[in-house]
Nanobody, 127 residues
Framework: QVQLAESGGGLVQAGGSLRLSCAAS????????MGWFRQAPGKERDFVAA????????DYADSVKGRFTISRDNAKNTVYLQMNSLKPEDTAVYYCAADKEGLYFGLRRNMKVYDYWGQGTQVTVSS
């Protein structure tokens, strides 16, 4: 079992930056691949970024590539999402998630395969 808790969301102007954090509990956290997803009101939850258990491989949605950076510090049981050059269309609730099968399948974008989820943190980007 892993418990996840996001923080760092808020209101920012277009072009600004935010860093989201996801604090995890559980001794097996370091063996899980991790992902970030986001969901705007009335919209589907979409993949944003993912990172392997070691942090050696990363994957990004095309909409955020070059602007967002996912990272992790396993010693602190924390995953981060650095968001730069934010756009109004980035406005959403952002969720972190853990994929316990990542050791078998590698990075995955399908939210249905993720096993543990945080409660989400709101990011609002004004124009």
């Amino acid at each position: 079992q892993v418990q996840l808790a996001e923080s760092g969301g808020g209101l920012v102007q277009a072009g600004g930056s935010l860093r989201l954090s996801c604090a995890a509990s559980g001794r097996t956290f370091s063996n899980y691949n991790m992902g970030w997803f986001r969901q705007a009101p009335g919209k589907e939850r979409d993949f944003v970024a993912a990172i392997t258990w070691s942090g050696s491989t990363r994957d990004y949605a095309d909409s955020v590539k070059g602007r967002f950076t996912i990272s992790r510090d396993n010693a602190k049981n924390t995953v981060y999402l650095q968001m730069n050059s934010l756009k109004p269309e980035d406005t959403a609730v952002y969720y972190c998630a853990a994929d316990k099968e990542g050791l078998y399948f590698g990075l995955r974008r399908n939210m249905k395969v993720y096993d543990y989820w945080g409660q989400g943190t709101q990011v609002t980007v004004s124009s």
